[in-house]
Nanobody, 123 residues
Framework: VQLQASGGGLVQAGGSLRVSCAAS????????MGWFRQAPGKEREFVSA????????SYADSAKGRFTISRDNAKNTVHLQMNSLKPEDTAVYHC?????????????????WGQGTLVTVSS
């Protein structure tokens, strides 16, 4: 599985942004998908995840109520809609795929990673 993230950019605090991840391969629907982020000088952290059929989702506490993850298996894509963005959301956002992962937050469960897209939130 190859992953390509896109949609990052510069947005003011309180604004919205949607990042997307396009996956190659015909077995996309077999993979749980996750979003992780890494801010400068900080460790990578879990943001959100979705099961293979979208039936289960999970969010980090920092994302709950503001972010929404979704997927379209027909288009091999997963999206992260981010609302009410804060400066502390500034990071490189990576999508990841894990076979059989059911919306889990552990990075080690995801075998495939995209290159990331930069989200910058100005105050």
């Amino acid at each position: 599985v190859q992953l390509q993230a896109s949609g990052g950019g510069l947005v003011q605090a309180g604004g919205s942004l949607r990042v997307s991840c396009a996956a190659s391969g015909r077995t996309f629907s077999s993979y749980g998908m996750g979003w992780f982020r890494q801010a400068p000088g900080k460790e990578r952290e879990f943001v959100s995840a979705i099961s293979w059929n979208g039936g289960k989702t999970s969010y980090a506490d920092s994302a709950k109520g503001r972010f929404t993850i979704s997927r379209d298996n027909a288009k091999n894509t997963v999206h992260l809609q981010m609302n009410s963005l804060k400066p502390e959301d500034t990071a490189v956002y990576h999508c990841a795929a894990g076979f059989g992962v059911v919306a889990g937050p552990r990075a080690d469960d995801y075998a495939y990673w995209g290159q990331g897209t930069l989200v910058t939130v100005s105050s």
